[in-house]
């Protein structure tokens, strides 16, 4: 009777603990599920860094002068390329084929104006004039003078007679010449050409003026031009012998033109 009462209260002791372990852990349950999202921390969770606190997504090198310097070096590139759109680029060898009208003719009007250019074909009414900038017809009635228009290119002659001086073994010429013309005469030379009585040639010499000095594009320099209404002297020798029988003297002027 007495073993039977204790495994009793054995047995009513056991199902308290169990029941009370279980209140406990539905309590505990119950506890949690009323608490927010929000209120569980986790012990594993990361901790967030702030944007100011972080490591840069890349590394930043620059700094703010840095890209201004940019922004200069992008706007001088920027003018540098519009000027070289907005400058036309001409084939030297092109521009030398374009050839403005020769002006032969100037014509003075009633109007008091002045029109250069090379007239193409005349009538008894009208005259048609090929001008720089194209052909254009002028009434004879409008016209008061018609002039011819000087070429313009170098126009060189002796200055009177060359003094001559005669030497045992040669003879010596000096003068001067003059530029007529409306351009620069470029290493304007001189020749001497001396003949017998038969026109047969004894000897002849050339010999470069004593012009003015200039410097053209290819860097070469000279001092035998001779500019427009400039004049220069000359002396030319020529090695002949005083027994040669000397008749007759010729003489001419060479010259180029060059830009």
């Known amino acids: 009777m007495c073993f039977q009462i204790k495994f009793i209260l054995v047995s009513f002791l056991i199902f308290l603990g169990c029941s009370a372990s279980s209140t406990a852990k539905n309590s505990n349950v119950a506890e949690s599920s009323n608490k927010s999202p929000s209120s569980i921390k986790f012990e594993d ?7 100011r606190d972080s490591e840069p997504f890349y590394p930043m090198d620059e700094t703010v002068d840095d890209i201004q310097n940019q922004i200069n070096d992008l706007k001088s590139r920027v003018i540098e390329y519009e000027s070289k759109i907005n400058r036309v680029a001409l084939d030297p060898n092109l521009l030398q084929m374009i050839k403005s009208p020769t002006l032969s003719h100037e014509i003075e009007l009633i109007n008091g104006s002045i029109v250069q250019g090379s007239i193409l074909q005349e009538d008894v009414d ?15 009635s409008d016209i008061i003078s ?15 007679e060359p003094e001559q001086k005669i030497y045992n073994d040669r003879r010596a010429f000096s003068g001067t010449i003059i530029n007529n013309g409306m351009r620069r005469a470029d290493f304007a030379r001189v020749i001497f050409y001396l003949w017998d009585e038969e026109t047969n040639l004894i000897s002849s010499d050339s010999s470069f003026v004593d012009g003015s000095t200039i410097q053209y594009k290819s860097g070469i320099i000279t001092d035998c031009t001779v500019e427009s209404g400039e004049v220069a002297k000359y002396q030319v020798s020529i090695p002949v012998s005083d027994t040669a029988s000397v008749r007759y003297i010729t003489k001419e002027i060479h010259f180029s033109i060059y830009d």
Do not use: C, H, M, W
Request: hydrophobic content about 35%; charged content about 30%.
């Open 146 to 160: 018609i002039k011819e228009i000087a070429p313009n290119s170098p126009d060189l002659s002796f200055e009177g």
């Open 45 to 51: 969770e990361p901790k967030v860094k702030s944007i």
């Open 126 to 140: 009208r005259i048609i004039l090929k001008t720089q900038i194209g052909q254009i017809r002028i009434e004879k």
